[in-house]
């Protein structure tokens, strides 16, 4: 059978066939899937497995992750503004100087998570980012909470790109749209009832002589703590890695995933690290235009995170309960968007769709959000921004992840699209900082990004049909950088 014929099987979550790939590819164990006996039902009860222990597990800690650095907002309007006298730009300095450590240590950490395994590298910085938010409710000046919002950029740095490259090695490209989905809707969750949470924690507020906004950050630090420590047992490892997972797979079901794994894309084997291997992918145009498309969709998924409550509060001139409470409508219908868009494209193996969409879903909603009359025709707006720029985030981390191979490329393309997600938070609290109460620049900034978005998946649609057809006509080989690269690769655009 040629490769270019060859056609490598693999059913849904959710689908009522099997899980099954056939392939005489080996994986880098040195087997491959027609190797191991598994039934469909066992196959299906494997990835069950993997679904309930991995992508609930780093679904939860992203949970408080996301958490911990957005509830500035709850906390701003819950009397932090008045206590440490953040007049002038010292709000959005607060905000912003999380993202300068965040951006700088990313890169590393898909090197560090591998060597160290991520049990103990999630779940340590896990526990100490909550240490640092319970800091925080102690704080007695402006420059206490900024210094220690530098600290929280540091720890929070190898989470998210780590948690993005555990994922994808363990599912094939056309599984890994839904788990993307999954784990960020875990997090969207955390938007959605951290303002209604942070609502609650308020009426503490006199409690020990601290004020309800310190409560926020001490009992959400707490609540982190617990997940840290509860994370180092329910954490698993990387497929290939020899080391011990608690209650998790056996050694013959993760050789059955390697093997899987590898015939959908091969690249299960990994490569010793250099760092020229690591940095050679940045070579690859394709890479900044993931990144720069990351980079739109949270310039305005931050910017809501932070400001959203603000912007109730001071443009809607909603009342501080009904703003912390009203946050949570329109992430709960990010989260339906968000799903239904990860099973079309897993379902119909689409992906540049899907992230074109939901940049048009901001285009319409941050006219209406900005500029109606009607303080209920805007809240309208609300939703149609939170579901479009919260979906595009694991749409965008699947765009990519289906058309890169190779173990390094994955880890070094990881930190960067999430690199640029972190410039994207900086220019979030910025030009939502500026024009208060009309926000105008963030606005403006807001639409050019989702034009931007929907421009480069356009270009890099046509360039992929143009690509995948070379292919098919044996005039090149895809994604054929490392040496011992499988053929048969295609883009799915």
Known sequence: MSVSNEKIHVDHLGDTEAYRVKSDVPSATGFTTDDFDFSPEEQRKIIRKIDYRLVITVGAMYCVSLMDRTNLGAANIAGMSKELLLTGNRYPVVTLVFFVPYILFQPPSTVIVRRLGPRVHLALITLLWGACMIGMGFVRSWTDLTALRVVLGILEAGFFPSCVYLLSTWYTRYEVGKRYSAFYLIGCVASAFAGILAFGIMQMDGLAHLGGWRWIFIIEGLLTCLLGIGGYWLLVDFPDSKRATWLFLGERERAWICARVNADRGDAKIPEFNLGRFLKPALDLKIWAYAMCFFNTTTITYALAYFLPVILTENMKFSVGASQCLVAPPY??????????????????????????????????????????????????????????????????????????????????????????????????????????????????????????????????????????????????????????????????
Request: hydrophobic share 45%; aromatic share 12%.
């Open 332 to 493: 709960a219908f990010a989260g339906i968007v968000m799903y239904c868009g990860s099973w079309i494209g897993d379902r119909y193996h689409i992906r540049g769709p899907i992230v074109a969409f939901n940049a048009l879903l901001c285009v319409i909603g941050l006219p209406i959000m900005g500029w109606h009359s009607s303080a209920a025709v805007r809240y309208f707006g609300v939703f149609l921004v939170t579901a479009g720029a919260n979906s595009n985030v694991p749409a965008v981390m699947t765009y990519q992840a289906n058309n890169i191979r190779g173990q390094w490329k994955r880890a070094m393309c990881s930190a960067t699209m999430v690199g640029f997600g972190g410039i994207g938070g900086i220019c979030g609290s910025l030009v939502f900082g500026l024009d208060a109460p009309n926000y105008r620049p963030g606005l403006y900034t807001c639409i050019a990004c989702s034009l931007l978005t929907m421009l480069i998946v356009g270009v890099m649609s046509i360039t992929f049909y143009i690509m995948n057809k070379q292919a098919e006509r044996g005039e090149k080989e895809l994604e054929s950088s490392d040496e011992d690269y499988q053929p048969g690769f295609r883009y799915t655009y």
